[in-house]
């Protein structure tokens, strides 16, 4: 028994290292072919969307991007300040109101505040900074203008 699990182990490692390795015996990296040979140096800060308005959703049901920072903003028991902004009652021009769908319950119920299970935001909804794609896409988005 204890035999079986020792070849099981081996060929479990050998089957990882052959991955890793390609024929040549270097490895597989989504850099392609580009070496390491130094400490990695801090990546350039980004601009957020601030002032361009809505981002484009790219399918149906996509929840709304987040077009500014959210460094800073806390979600917790104690309180969200999303809602400073975003909330019905909220004096924000421009700021994307919580969609009514919030306001509902497991059971269909409405609700007088938001659902606890749509009070955490940043489960659905993403900042987005204008930057290069760390790697190529052929997505093709599902809306149509």
């Given at each position: ?30 850099r392609g072919a580009a070496v ?58 421009g700021a994307t109101k919580v ?26 909804h993403v900042p987005q900074k ?16």
């Open positions: 028994m204890m035999v079986n699990c020792w070849r099981v182990c081996l060929v479990l490692v050998l089957m990882t290292v052959e991955t890793a390795l390609s024929a040549d015996g270097s490895m597989h990296s989504l390491i040979d130094g400490p990695s140096v801090t990546p350039l800060a980004k601009e957020w969307r601030d002032g361009e308005g809505k981002i484009q959703r790219n399918y149906i049901q996509q929840p709304p991007l987040i077009p500014h920072t959210v460094e800073g903003m806390s979600i917790d028991q104690d309180g969200n300040t999303c809602l400073m902004c975003h909330q019905w009652n909220a004096d924000m021009p969609a009514v769908s919030h306001f509902i319950d497991r059971q269909g119920r409405a609700l007088a505040t938001i659902s606890p299970r749509r009070y955490f935001c940043n489960q659905c204008k930057t290069r794609p760390l790697l190529g896409s052929r997505f093709k988005t599902a809306i149509v203008d």
